[in-house]
């Protein structure tokens, strides 16, 4: 459930923060329209059995959360951050700008530029400030983005990561027998 994976930051002090024990990606975004397409990161961490948390945090409409929440990624222990937004998204990069952990932009498709807007947005980040940005809508790369970036130091994800690529070898090759069949 997803619900239990909310991380909670009051609108006040930055010590008032909770956070999910152990997380080790934050999965943020600038809406709650953006859920539907942000869930497919969190499935994977999922799979990946990678604590993580998630909220609700915009760049324009709750500036001030959003400075709280960079500011205070390091001290909860966060080692990754996965941040989507669409149209002029300006979140990731605002908080890349903010911490020294590696943030990667989920570009959310939009209804009126088909996202390539967010793409643009996310993607064109200037020297010293990167963002992993990952192909419009596809936060699942984005989950499996951060669970290599955490697998370069920790085996056992490293090790689930290898069973992921060969259950996606499997599955391939199934899909191609049972065509040829
Ligand atoms: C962005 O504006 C959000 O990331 C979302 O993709 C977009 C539209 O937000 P809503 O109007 O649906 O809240 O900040």
């Keep these: 459930d997803l619900r239990e994976r909310?991380?909670?930051?009051?609108?006040?002090?930055?010590?008032?923060v909770l956070y999910g024990a152990g997380s080790r990606?934050?999965?943020?975004?600038?809406?709650d329209s953006d859920l539907p397409t942000m869930q497919a990161a969190a499935r994977v961490l999922d799979d990946l059995n990678i604590a993580y948390d998630l909220t609700i945090v915009s760049a324009h409409r709750t500036p001030d959360r959003m400075v709280r929440y960079a500011e205070?990624?390091?001290?909860?222990g966060l080692k990754v951050i996965i941040a989507g937004a669409g149209g002029a998204a300006h979140l990731p990069g605002m908080v890349a700008a903010m911490t020294p952990l590696p943030v990667i932009g989920v570009p959310?498709?939009?209804?009126?530029?088909?996202?390539?807007?967010?793409?643009h947005s996310i993607v064109q980040m200037p020297?010293?400030?990167?963002?992993?940005?990952?192909?419009?809508?596809?936060?699942?790369?984005a989950g499996l983005l951060?669970?290599?970036?955490?697998?370069?130091?920790?085996?056992?994800?490293?090790?689930r990561l290898e069973q992921f690529r060969?259950?996606?070898?499997?599955?391939?090759?199934?899909k191609a027998a049972r065509l040829e069949e």
């Design 6 to 16: 909310l991380v909670q930051l009051s609108p006040n002090t930055a010590q008032e």
């Design 25 to 31: 990606v934050g999965i943020i975004m600038g809406s």
């Design 72 to 76: 205070t990624a390091v001290d909860r």
């Design 108 to 119: 959310i498709k939009t209804s009126t530029l088909s996202g390539v807007d967010s793409l």
């Design 127 to 141: 020297r010293g400030v990167p963002v992993a940005t990952v192909a419009i809508g596809n936060a699942m790369n």
């Design 146 to 159: 951060a669970a290599r970036i955490l697998g370069a130091t920790n085996p056992a994800i490293q090790q």
């Design 166 to 174: 060969e259950d996606s070898k499997a599955e391939v090759l199934d």
